[in-house]
């Protein structure tokens, strides 16, 4: 069945540290997306990609890194720089710039501070 | 841009019972609408979604929503709550030429016996 993958589902993060996310998806879907919840906010974008080769912030990219080197993947670096990693981080993606289409969600990762 | 008002962060619903979740969005220009549900610990999954055409729109597990252009509302319905339905429920908007999605904070659905 065609989804998108998202791992690790827990993640701990010391400080200083950068980790990364990361986000994989066989539905051949050109853009892809980065999102982190807290509770009480709903979802905030971090990043997009709408193509290879491409991307640009959302709302909060302070303290995040993207890459997208190829379709099917978009890892997310949570580095250093942002002071409150703690949250729960989803992955989507449309297909086609996905203009009116849904987002696909992967499963999540929660990212926690040792 | 586009901003997404959910009314009610909590309801409580008895089984049985209609769930009404409300949302509200703030544009010109109709948008594309979306209904989704999360469980915890889950990514999101699709409910429904307005685009255009008919301005009721059914969606899965007997949920569905009917745009309102003149009150800019968007509210979820189901006429029979059923345990399974606790969860959370999240109403987003996205603009005609925008790939952004807008989310609501997200409404808290518990269903008691």
């Not at chain 1, 990219?61 to 942002?82: D, M």
């Not at chain 2, 948008?31 to 429904?48: C, D, E, R, S, T």
């Not at chain 2, 979604?49 to 949920?63: D, Q």
Request: charged letters at 20%; a neutral charge; glycine letters at 10%.
């Amino acid at each position: 069945d065609g989804g998108i993958t998202q791992s690790p589902k827990y993640l701990f993060r010391k400080e200083g540290q950068n980790v990364t996310l990361s986000c994989e998806q066989n539905l051949n879907h050109d853009a892809m997306y980065w999102y982190r919840q807290d509770p009480g906010q709903g979802l905030r974008l971090i990043y997009y990609s709408q193509i290879v080769n491409d991307f640009q912030k959302g709302d909060i990219a302070e303290g995040y890194s993207v890459s997208r080197e190829k379709k099917e993947s978009f890892p997310l670096t949570v580095t250093s720089a942002q002071k409150n990693p703690t949250a729960f981080y989803l992955c989507a993606s449309t297909p086609d710039g996905g203009v009116g289409q849904p987002q696909h969600f992967g499963d999540g990762t929660r990212l926690s501070i040792l | 841009a586009q901003s997404v008002t959910q009314l009610g962060s909590h309801v409580s619903v008895s089984e049985g019972a209609l769930v009404l979740l409300r949302c509200n969005y703030s544009s010109s220009v109709p948008p594309y609408l979306f209904w989704y549900v999360q469980y915890p610990n889950q990514g999101l999954q699709l409910l429904l979604k307005y685009t255009t055409g008919a301005t009721l729109v059914k969606g899965i597990n007997g949920f569905e929503a009917e745009f309102k252009k003149s009150e800019t509302s968007f509210h979820l319905t189901k006429p029979s709550a059923h345990m399974s339905d606790a969860a959370e429920y999240f109403c987003a908007v996205r603009g005609k030429n925008d790939y952004k999605l807008s989310f609501g904070a997200g409404t808290t659905v518990t269903v008691r016996a």
